[in-house]
Nanobody, 122 residues
Framework: QVQLVEFGGGLVQPGGSLRLSCAAS????????MGWYRQAPGKQRELVAR???????DYADSVKGRFTISRDNAKNTVSLQMNSLKPEDTAVYYC????????????????WGQGTQVTVSS
C-alpha cells in the first residue's frame, strides 16, 4: 500500500506565498508522474501542476508564472511553491502520484493524498 501525506497548507494574505509538500511512503518501486490538484467549494477538482519522473512540468494557465512544482526522487517527495497568491487560489489541494509497487510492478496505480486547505484572504 502507498500513502501520500501533504504538508504546508494554511491561511495567507493575497500576494503572499506558501509551500506545499507531499511525501509518498510504502512499498514503492518507482514513482512516475506526480502532481497537485485543487478543488474549490462548488467546483470540480482541477489540475494545478504536474511533473514527470524526468522533471518535465505542466501547469494550469491560471498559475503559470506564480507556482513552481518540483520533486525529489530520492525522498519520494513533490513540492509546490506558490507565490503571488490570489483569493481565487483558495481550495483544498491534493497530491497525486502514479506509483509502481512491489505488487503492481511494472504497472502503476494512481494514489491521492488526503488534501490540505489553502485559504487566501485578507
Amino acid at each position: 500500500q502507498v500513502q501520500l501525506v501533504e504538508f504546508g497548507g494554511g491561511l495567507v494574505q493575497p500576494g503572499g506565498s506558501l509551500r506545499l509538500s507531499c511525501a509518498a511512503s510504502g512499498s514503492i518501486l518507482s514513482i512516475y508522474d506526480m502532481g497537485w490538484y485543487r478543488q474549490a467549494p462548488g467546483k470540480q477538482r482541477e489540475l494545478v501542476a504536474r511533473i514527470t519522473g524526468g522533471g518535465s512540468t505542466d501547469y494550469a494557465d491560471s498559475v503559470k508564472g506564480r507556482f513552481t512544482i518540483s520533486r525529489d526522487n530520492a525522498k519520494n517527495t513533490v513540492s509546490l511553491q506558490m507565490n503571488s497568491l490570489k483569493p481565487e487560489d483558495t481550495a483544498v489541494y491534493y497530491c497525486n502520484a502514479d506509483v509502481a509497487t512491489i505488487r503492481t510492478s511494472p504497472y502503476s496505480r494512481n494514489y491521492w493524498g488526503q488534501g490540505t486547505q489553502v485559504t487566501v484572504s485578507s
